[in-house]
């Protein structure tokens, strides 16, 4: 996808046809269609609305995106999770990550990390389409109102991926390129400075939280934009404003206070709270679940990569996939509170026993109960691991993925059942510790900070012990960096929380390191650290993505690259 595609409209969409998706998921519950003309788009509402519906998917632009169904914002449930390119996670069997955990990230070679530019400003082409010929269409001003309100926040979430992906933006404005344009014009590819694309994206924001519904009912399906769904992206967005990637490393108390702000108005909505049926079960429980404020919805006719065989240990016939890292299983604490220390010798001899709920419901490690039997990643002979079958799939580093996947579905012949899982865009959770840091940063540690941090720990299914009194705000702030890492991981959000953070050059510098357990005769269990993937590097043009190449040649270099490509 060139740039010139991206803005110009391209065929099958805008002038000549329009390709609609269809009734592919839960909440795109909208008329089956094949290829229709623009005209029958717009002097036919049911077909209005399913365009604008359908404006929640993108186009694939990579092998093996959006298996078994067509991407939508993020990465989600793909084969090589966005985990995978932090110290989350390495994906087993590369799938284009390796090379961008070892710092070879270039404008010619992208890999998984390459979609972001065609893709949003694809889509943002798209709406732009259905703003400008909205007015056409026969169909209540009320009803209008409602499907300009839902486009400008699929809108506002593109360009909110591109900004946080690569800092200053072309803006494009209601611009709806036509075909045999000039696309000399400069305006095309000049970038927006962040700060102006964001206040951009607030704006649109504003706009759609005035218009859109308070809740999924009657035809305003699941999976649809809400109040809360805009109000979580402005609460993400201005969380991201203030930290000191978009700041020169420095703090904006004043931007710190409207993040916060931001958030506490979700709160104050009174719409949401934390699921208290178990932490694992929160990811499993679309109906009655009062944390997810926006999400994905798949169904069994329309299913996304079957995460139990694509993650599953190789003992069980699964592809290994999305392996944990032991960066991340040191970070869990132990039950007491206490740091993981494996100069502890307690610790060190049963590095398993007494942590965090969170990690018994995430990792998958050596000696976990799962379905018939327990992990074994052992040597020698460890079911799990070289010695057993299929052991090229073993975990390149000892650990396995729990989180997101469903025991009561197959690993083995998954097709036609598994894949079910939605994909949670936005939760409650998150918006409780965009809040704690964002006051925290305005005005210290405060009740309302610990009551936040504390709630999320308290849950049923976690119940870990409250934060220590008397925390300075340089202790609280290093303590929501950790419950943010472990509560919201493999999430997506560890790989723009350290950049935003400005951490990335030490925590991505930090090897990928996984475990090796040596089983002796007498059943006694040797663990000793290894490196899980090679030349793990992170250099400062990483804190934002390149452009991809073809990007920049199909503006005829007009487009500026990132620094450091």
Not at 41 to 48: A, E, M, Q, V, Y
Not at 202 to 225: C, D, F, V, Y
Not at 246 to 263: F, V
Request: charged share 20%; net charge negative; with cysteine.
């Amino acid at each position: 996808m060139t740039i010139k595609t991206i803005y110009k409209p391209f065929l099958g969409l805008a002038l000549s046809s329009l390709l609609l998706v269809g009734c592919n998921e839960d909440f795109l519950d909208v008329v089956p269609t094949d290829r229709v003309s623009d005209a029958s788009i717009l002097s036919d509402s049911t077909l209005f609305e399913a365009y604008v519906i359908n404006r929640y998917l993108g186009v694939r632009l990579t092998n093996k995106e959006g298996d078994g169904n067509l991407p939508g914002f993020g990465r989600g449930f793909e084969y090589a999770m966005w985990s995978s390119l932090t110290d989350e996670s390495i994906y087993n069997n590369d799938d284009n990550t390796w090379f961008i955990q070892q710092g070879q990230l270039s404008p010619q070679n992208t890999g998984i990390a390459g979609t972001f530019w065609g893709r949003s400003y694809r889509s943002i082409r798209e709406v732009n389409y259905a703003l400008t010929n909205i007015g056409e269409l026969e169909m209540s001003q009320t009803g209008k109102d409602l499907l300009i309100a839902e486009l400008k926040f699929i809108r506002a979430f593109r360009y909110f991926d591109l900004i946080k992906n690569y800092g200053d933006v072309v803006l494009m404005g209601d611009k709806v390129a036509q075909l045999g344009e000039d696309f000399t014009d400069p305006s095309y590819y000049e970038r927006a400075p962040k700060e102006q694309a964001i206040a951009y994206v607030i704006q649109e924001l504003e706009e759609a939280i005035s218009g859109l519904p308070q809740n999924n009912s009657g035809t305003w399906k699941e999976g649809r934009a809400t109040k809360g769904a805009a109000m979580a992206l402005k609460s993400r967005l201005l969380l991201y404003a203030a930290s000191p990637l978009y700041n020169d490393g420095g703090s904006d108390i004043q931007k710190w206070q409207q993040a916060a702000q931001a958030a506490k108005d979700v709160m104050n909505m009174g719409q949401y709270s934390l699921y208290q049926n178990g932490y694992s079960e929160l990811f499993l429980t679309p109906q009655s679940n009062s944390e997810i404020i926006f999400a994905r919805y798949y169904n069994i006719n329309s299913r996304h990569t079957a995460l139990e065989i694509a993650n599953g240990p190789n003992g069980y016939d699964g592809w290994g996939g999305n392996v944990p890292l032991q960066n991340l299983v040191d970070d869990y604490e132990m039950m007491d509170g206490t740091p993981f220390d494996w100069n502890n010798p307690e610790h060190a001899n049963a590095p398993y026993e007494n942590r965090d709920p969170r990690f018994y419901q995430s990792i998958l490690y050596n000696g976990a109960p799962y379905r018939d039997r327990t992990v074994e990643t052992f040597l020698p002979n460890g079911r799990d691991s070289q010695g057993g079958p299929s052991n090229w799939n073993t975990s390149k580093s000892g650990y396995y993925l729990r989180k997101f996947i469903n025991e009561d579905l197959p690993i083995r012949n998954p097709w036609e059942v598994a894949g079910t899982q939605n994909w949670i865009y936005f939760r409650y959770a998150e918006i409780l510790l965009n809040y704690a840091e964002a006051q925290n940063e305005a005005v210290g540690p405060d009740a309302s900070v610990y009551e936040a941090v504390n709630s999320i720990r308290s849950r049923s299914g976690v119940e870990m012990p409250p934060l220590p009194a008397g925390l300075s705000q340089e202790e609280m702030r290093e303590k929501i960096h950790h419950e943010r890492r472990i509560e919201l991981a493999f999430e997506e959000h560890r790989y723009y929380d350290v950049r935003r953070w400005m951490t990335a050059d030490v925590v991505e510098n930090t090897p990928a390191y996984g475990i090796e357990i040596l089983k002796a005769d007498d059943g006694t269990l040797t663990y000793n650290r290894k490196v899980s993937l090679n030349g793990k590097k992170f250099e400062q043009q990483h804190y934002w993505l390149p452009i991809p190449r073809s990007e920049i040649l199909a503006s005829d270099n007009q487009l500026e690259q990132n620094p450091g490509y």
